[in-house]
Structures are given as structure tokens and as C-alpha cells.
């Protein structure tokens, strides 16, 4: 949504400035108007201490509570509130009035690009094929599976148009099913508040359990008993803080507590590891990490520390035959490395270099097979595959045909497979799902994003420059233009640019853009440092 804020207004400017100029007439007298006053929110001091600082914030007084803003009638503070807010919306439809019916035509030329019906790829996992589909004209999604293969009956796990019905806002997250395929757990927020309940459905008479869990993370980790499920609760502040433990069928008043991070700069994490012999329990900070092990085949055991946090030590975990994979920072590795230590040997002082750092390659995440390791890397900005068998033969990186763009591995839960399903997108390429043969090495085109109307790609072309910054950095920039576009320095140019809490900003393709783009704008996207487009430094120079 904020990027179709954005893109309404640099359309409307532009439109404004070079394709009505009576209209431009009309607006700069418009906003000489003195009948239209903007609004303007009285000031109350408030003082806010944190760790002996005080801080003064004049607006603290908008702040609601969560009582005051599901409250079916409204009290004096939060109707001064909404009034505000409303004053500030009437102000803003006054201004743009002019806009109004500019607006409707870009909005209806962007939702027109989205179809309506629409199936995700199915994935396999434990004898079951996947499905999450859309209906015609239904705004929820139905999740659902065949067995076996695609020509089978579809079962209808959850359908959320139901689920949604008597609510004004609903959301579903983090479906899963236990190990025997018989019970699915789901968590649901009909509030918008990211607190989830987690509820329970038998796949097989298609009955809801008793069991409701309230203030959680959305998600359950199943142990191998079918029954005993792990989730994380939240504190006030919506931290996820609490490891809990619930057995299916049982009142959640029975739950027992397993962790507790006392930390507040740390969230707690629970899941399972993809080999299914593992039950995580983590705490994680953004430059500290801690995880603890139990035996999925023991739910009642007792945790096991893999390696105590440390300050700027970073790591994360997974688990293949007797060892387990380590990718840290550990010993200076800034762009990361992987390390390898024996499965009952986990402290660091057992760890050694398995893919040691490159200067030139940030190592961003890891995948296991039974034949295969899979890493995803970046290398000059650009998200990239990796694939090597465990005796570090048939190393290669999946060949897309293009040079800029971002590829990722995508839903993989089976272990023992040659089939990798990864994600390409690109400036002018929509969103594309593949099938990878790590053994034939050849891809197979499973769905592409689909864009209603005459959308060509080949109508459209990108390029990836190095700009110097005024310290001497060279920082990259994607830009996608339609075909004919000049330059010359006169033409318009939206630019975006966002480096913050190392998230990268990859080159990927809207179709938003193109109404943009085909009223005679460039879209460039500037890789600035704060992101981790250029490596773990990109970041750190950012700060």
C-alpha cells in the first residue's frame, strides 16, 4: 500500500506539471485557498524515561490502548483521537480533490493488473500435495491438499472465507500439520494485532478441537508423538518471550513452560529441524544468538545448550546426519562462513571451518538435503544459488540467464529429494517458480505471476549502474524503464531507497510500476548502505 501511496503521487505531480496544465492552473489556486486550514494536534507533555534518559514526547497523548481501540463505543480520549485522525483524512481529500478522479483511474488500472483467481504451486511434503488457492470475488484464502498426487480428491484443510465471515478483519498464519497428517494447528487474529490464537482441526472428521490458545506467535512446532506441540507467547510489548508446551485435546491452563527469555533485547524462537530428529529452542538479538536443543522423539526431555550467547558472536544451526552445520561470524567472519561440529559435541571450541569466509561473498542462508547442501549468497548485490553435493562435487551456482536479479530458495520441506523449488524475480521478469534437478542440473518452469492485460516484458529494459557516493563508496543502482525512454536528463525518475536493520533491497518486479513507466517515468532503486546488499559492511557502514 505505501508504494502505491507513492506512486499516486509522483504520477499526480507529474501529471500535474506536464500533462494538464490547466489543471496545473487550478491547483496551484486551489492551494492558495485560506478556507482550507490544515489541522494542527495540540501538544501535551509527556515525559518518557528509559535507563535514566528522559525524553519528551508532545503527541504521547494519541496513544491508545488496546482496550480503547476494540472497544465497541468510543470514550473521550479515543473519540479526540479519531477526530483528529479524521480532521487530518478531510484535509487530504480537500487537497487532492483535484486528483480525485485521476486517482480512481490509476487505482483501477493497477487492480486490474492483479488476477483475481489464483493457486500457489503446489509443494509435496509427507505424502501430500499442498495448495493454498483464491476464489473469484472471495478476499481469504483456501488452504488445501491432495494425497499422493495432483489427480487425487482435494481435501479442503481450512477454508478462511468462512473462518473470516463474522469478523471485520481476519488473518490467519503459521499452518501446520502433525507428523501423522491427522490434526492441522493454525493460529487466528481477528483484531490486527499480531496476537495470535492458536486453534486445532482434526483433517480427518473435520471437527475443531476445544483447545484455544490465546497471545501467541501464530505458529506450533510439533513434536514426532503427533500430540505434544510447542509454541512462544507474547509480553506486553509483543516480544515473543515464553516457550510453552501443549498436548492436543487438553486445556491450554495445563501448559507447561519450557523457556523463558528474561533478556529483552532477545526473542525467543522455537522449531524443528529439517532431518525431524530436533526440537530448536532459540533466543535471538540481532548480533547474539543461543539455541537449545530436545529430542523430537522425547517431548518431556530435557534441553540441551548447543553454545551459550556470547556479544557479537552470531550463529544459526541445522542438522544432517551426525553433524550439525554452523553459519557464524565466528572468528571475524563478517560475510559468514559455515563451520561443522559433532552431533553431541555442540559448544564452539568443537566447531571447524566446513566453507570458510570469502571477502567477496556474503552467505546469507543454508538449505539441507540428504545428497545436497544448497546456500544462498550474494555476490555484488545480487542473491544468488548455490548447490554442492556433501563431498563437495558438483559445486555450481543455478544459471537464471540474467545478470541482475534476486533468486531464493522457496518451500522445501523434504529431506530426501533431488528437486529444489526456488523463486527468481527481476526488474522486468514477474515473480517466476521453478523446479531445480540438483542432479541434471536443469530447471523446469513451474508458474509465472501472472500480469491481466497486454504486459510484454520485452517492452521494457533495466540496467544496473555503479554510482560514487561523495566518500568515494560505489553504491549500485537497479533502473527499469519502458523502451524509448530518454535520457537526457529531463525526464521523470522516481527514485527509492531504503537501508535500515540490514534488510536488502533487491531488484524485483511490481506491476504497480509499470503505470508509472508507461507515463514516462524511470524507477530506480538505490542499494544504500544499511542494507546488506554489498555484504555484512554494507551494513555496518550504514549505521
Not at 494425497?147 to 478462511?160: C, F, P, Y
Request: charged share 30%.
Amino acid at each position: 500500500m505505501k508504494q502505491l501511496m507513492v506512486i499516486f503521487l509522483a504520477i499526480g505531480l507529474h501529471a500535474c506539471q506536464t500533462e494538464n496544465k490547466e489543471q496545473m492552473s487550478n491547483t496551484s489556486k486551489m492551494y492558495q485557498k485560506k478556507d482550507i486550514i490544515a489541522p494542527v494536534a495540540k501538544k501535551e507533555s509527556h515525559i518518557i524515561s528509559t535507563h535514566g534518559d528522559d525524553r519528551e514526547d508532545n503527541y504521547y497523548w494519541m496513544r491508545l490502548t488496546d482496550e480503547q481501540k476494540t472497544a465497541e463505543k468510543l470514550d473521550t480520549h479515543t473519540q479526540e483521537v479519531v477526530d483528529y485522525l479524521n480532521a487530518e483524512n478531510d484535509y487530504t481529500n480537500e487537497m487532492t480533490a483535484h486528483l480525485k478522479t485521476f486517482q480512481d483511474t490509476l487505482f483501477n488500472e493497477m487492480v486490474g493488473r492483479i488476477k483475481q483467481t489464483d493457486m500457489s504451486v503446489p509443494y509435496r511434503d509427507n505424502g501430500y500435495h499442498y495448495i493454498t488457492r483464491y476464489e473469484d470475488g472471495k478476499e481469504y484464502p483456501i488452504y488445501a491438499r491432495r494425497k499422493g498426487s495432483m489427480e487425487a480428491n482435494e481435501e479442503i484443510m481450512l477454508n478462511v472465507n468462512e473462518l473470516a465471515a463474522e469478523y471485520e478483519y481476519y488473518a490467519v498464519s503459521g499452518l501446520s500439520v502433525s507428523p501423522n497428517n491427522k490434526i492441522l494447528a493454525f493460529g487466528e487474529d481477528p483484531v490486527s494485532r499480531r496476537q495470535y490464537t492458536l486453534r486445532f482441526k482434526n483433517l480427518e472428521t473435520g471437527e475443531m478441537y476445544d483447545d484455544e490458545i490465546e497471545n501467541t506467535t501464530g505458529g506450533a512446532t510439533w513434536a514426532n508423538d503427533n500430540k505434544t506441540i510447542f509454541y512462544t507467547r507474547k509480553d506486553d510489548a509483543l516480544r515473543s518471550y515464553k516457550i510453552f508446551k501443549h498436548i492436543v485435546g487438553t486445556s491450554a491452563i495445563d501448559d507447561v513452560e519450557v523457556f523463558h527469555e528474561e533478556d529483552d533485547t532477545f526473542n525467543a524462537l522455537v522449531y524443528k529441524t529439517k532431518s525431524k530428529k530436533y526440537i530448536v529452542i532459540g533466543s535471538w538479538a540481532t548480533l547474539s544468538q543461543e539455541f537449545q536443543l530436545l529430542d523430537a522423539d522425547q517431548p518431556n526431555g530435557e534441553l540441551r545448550m548447543f553454545q551459550p550467547r556470547e556479544r557479537n558472536l552470531e550463529y544459526s544451526i541445522g542438522h544432517y546426519d551426525d553433524k550439525w552445520y554452523i553459519r557464524t561470524n565466528k572468528d571475524g567472519a563478517k560475510n559468514f562462513k559455515i563451520m561443522t561440529t559433532p552431533e553431541d559435541a555442540t559448544n564452539q571450541e568443537n566447531w571447524t571451518d566446513y566453507i570458510p569466509h570469502r571477502e567477496d561473498v556474503f552467505l546469507e542462508g543454508t538449505e539441507f538435503f540428504k545428497d545436497y547442501l544448497v546456500l544462498s549468497e550474494r555476490i555484488e548485490g545480487i542473491a544468488k544459488v548455490r548447490v554442492l553435493g556433501w563431498d563437495g562435487s558438483n559445486d555450481h551456482y543455478i544459471n537464471f540467464g540474467e545478470d541482475a536479479y534476486l533468486a531464493y530458495t522457496s518451500t522445501n520441506p523434504e529431506f530426501d529429494t533431488d528437486q529444489l523449488r526456488v523463486g527468481f524475480t527481476s526488474l522486468t521478469t514477474p515473480n517466476t517458480t521453478f523446479d531445480y534437478d540438483m542432479k541434471s542440473q536443469s530447471l523446469s518452469k513451474l508458474k509465472q505471476q501472472e500480469v491481466v492485460g497486454d504486459f510484454n516484458p520485452k517492452d521494457y529494459a533495466s540496467e544496473r549502474l555503479m554510482i560514487t557516493a561523495r566518500d568515494g563508496a560505489r553504491v549500485p543502482i537497479s533502473i527499469v524503464y519502458k523502451k524509448g525512454y530518454q535520457k537526457d536528463g529531463k525526464q521523470p525518475l522516481l527514485l527509492y531507497g531504503y537501508g535500515s536493520y540490514g534488510n536488502s533491497m533487491d531488484p524485483y518486479f511490481s506491476s504497480v510500476r509499470l503505470s508509472l513507466m508507461d507515463r514516462g517515468f524511470a524507477f530506480a532503486i538505490a542499494h544504500i548502505r544499511g542494507g546488506q546488499e554489498m555484504g555484512r559492511q554494507w551494513y555496518e557502514d550504514g549505521k
